[in-house]
């Protein structure tokens, strides 16, 4: 939930659809440069780190919910925060995260599978987040 505490009263902005059994949800703001939109990672986990929900808030303060990284740092107990990887940059029309070090993603089956940062590149383009091979 994102509240607006100013003039006075307080106002939601946002409410967004919950965390699940998560104990813990971390935001991390990215501040939209230039007038732009700024990113919102709420990174939520238990005993170790679910994944990262992507906000965008548009100029106006209209927030977007854009989508979901599953991917965590790799960790002795499992999957530590990703976040302190991430890199946001503007990309044409929209923006593009990425990571600075390889990652992990849950399988099925409860292992873990690398994923090298060069494929782990996302694109916020049209109000949705998805995999990308570049930012470009």
């Given at each position: ?21 998560s ?12 007038g732009?939109?700024?990113?919102i ?13 992507v ?75 998805g ?6």
């Open positions: 939930m994102l509240v607006d505490r100013s003039g006075g009263r307080d106002r939601v902005l946002y409410r967004g659809p919950g965390a699940g059994d104990y813990y949800m971390k935001p991390t703001v990215f501040d939209g440069e230039g732009g939109p700024a990113v990672l709420a990174e939520s986990g238990a005993e170790f780190s679910y994944g990262i929900g906000y965008v808030m548009e100029p106006g303060r209209k927030i977007r919910r854009a989508g979901e990284i599953d991917l965590g740092a790799p960790g002795e107990d499992g999957p530590t925060s990703a976040v302190p990887f991430v890199q946001v940059e503007r990309s044409g029309k929209g923006l593009c995260v990425r990571f600075t070090r390889d990652l992990v993603r849950q399988k099925p089956d409860g292992t873990y599978a690398r994923v090298p940062k060069e494929k782990a590149i996302y694109k916020y383009e049209m109000g949705r987040l995999p990308s091979r570049s930012c470009m």
